[in-house]
């Protein structure tokens, strides 16, 4: 049987490593594959990206959509 884990919250990547080198966290989660030499990683979940664009738009010609045509830019829209 496997004990519960320490339910101890860290938010960044810095604190997760922090946590773990000194017995305070039993596991991290990150986006990135972590290398270091005290602390092992392994994927447990691939994600995939989704473009969402309107109807019509140019970008509908790619079956698979260049990174060079990609602009990431924030906006906000009010519904």
């Known amino acids: 049987m496997i004990s519960p ?11 997760q490593i ?16 972590i ?3 005290e602390i092992i990683s392994t994927i447990i ?4 990206l989704v473009a969402i664009v309107p109807k019509g738009h140019p970008t509908l010609r790619y079956r698979r959509i ?5 602009s990431i830019r ?6």
């Open 5 to 15: 884990l320490n339910r101890q919250l860290a938010s960044t990547l810095s604190e």
């Open 18 to 33: 922090y946590g773990l080198r000194n017995g305070l966290l039993e596991l991290g989660l990150a986006r990135s594959n």
């Open 35 to 37: 290398r270091r030499k």
């Open 45 to 48: 979940w691939e994600d995939t």
């Open 66 to 70: 260049p990174w060079m045509n990609v």
């Open 74 to 79: 924030r906006t906000h829209i009010e519904s």
